[in-house]
């Protein structure tokens, strides 16, 4: 029977070995591990990708957001407004640094922060909001950065699942006040361990997150301000650059093989990813929806065939016990509880074969014929 992972980065690596293994070697070769001319090199190549001004290479996604907020100056007493659905670091990151959790809702077809839920959470305390580009899927910053500059808030982006997709002409992570990556080996630009980037446009903002970042130094041994220690080390950083220059061809291959999932599901009842006029998502996660019901039946049918698939994410998360302790109902966020019961993720790498889509999309169909499409639709 043909085997599908969810993800196989084996692939990736047997395309790239011969690059890799060089700049691997040369890292260690010039004694380059923390700092130094890689990591250099790496964030001038990924700023010019977003489109920033500055790139700040840190130690991942979850410590970019918590140092891009802490250098914007947030902090006790201010409230963060975080979209109930998305990984629990775009929230974490907002208690590192002292402030306090709010969750808004998502809109249902695209899974991003809805704008009307995100205004009715605003009080005096709000000092920011942290947009997800869930999936890769650019979050509505159009109607964010407005309601943001009408109550002055700061926007960080959360694009840890988005390196490259595009909103109205411009690179996600560019639009915000900081836009925040994580390199974490599975999402679309993985180093071989952890690693994340804040970009931004602005010097002051640059100069304190990589200040924070280093101990708050001024120089080897003069510290203005306790900072912490989180830097993106020099190999992770050379292997990056190798893969930085494939990310584009690997996002097309992405967006190619959603196509193909899309197409093939059109009048099945299975509810396919939203194709949002004016962006260019980079499907991290090709993500469907399907009743509840039908969800469990139809992971056991894939998986019966060899096929692999995740939940991107099984609990909202004010519904998780970490955050219990802001005492909400599933009923606050109906959307955000909804999709966690609801979504579904296929395979997805830039290495897919045409057979192995096939393959998937023939089972698919295959389980949608033998089901009403009022049993599946969600
Ligand atoms: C992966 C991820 C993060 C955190 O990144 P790490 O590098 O794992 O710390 C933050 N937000 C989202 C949406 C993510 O998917």
Known sequence: MMKIPFLDLGRQYA???NEVDVAIK????DNAFVGGRYVDEFEHAFARFCGARHCVGVANGTDAL???????GVGPGDEVIVPAFTFIASAEAVTLCGAKVVFADVDPSTYTLDVKSLSARITPATRAVVPVHLYGQPANMDGIMEVAARHGLVVVEDAAQAHGAAYNGRTVGSMGH????????GKNLGAYGDGGAVVTNDDKLARAVRQIANHGRSDKYNHDIEGVN????GLQAAILSVKLARLLDWNAARRAHAGSYTASLSGTGVVTPMDVPGTVPVYHLYVIRTRAEARGQLIAFLQSHGISTGIHYPVALPNLRAYSYLEHSPGDFPEATRAAAEVLSLPMFAELTDEELGHVCNRLSEFASSQSVAQINA
């Open 66 to 72: 918590f140092l891009a907020l802490r250098g914007l």
């Open 15 to 17: 395309d790239l070995h």
């Open 178 to 185: 900081a836009g925040c990556f994580s390199f974490y080996p």
């Open 230 to 233: 989180s830097r993106l080390d």
């Open 26 to 29: 040369q890292v260690i070769a």
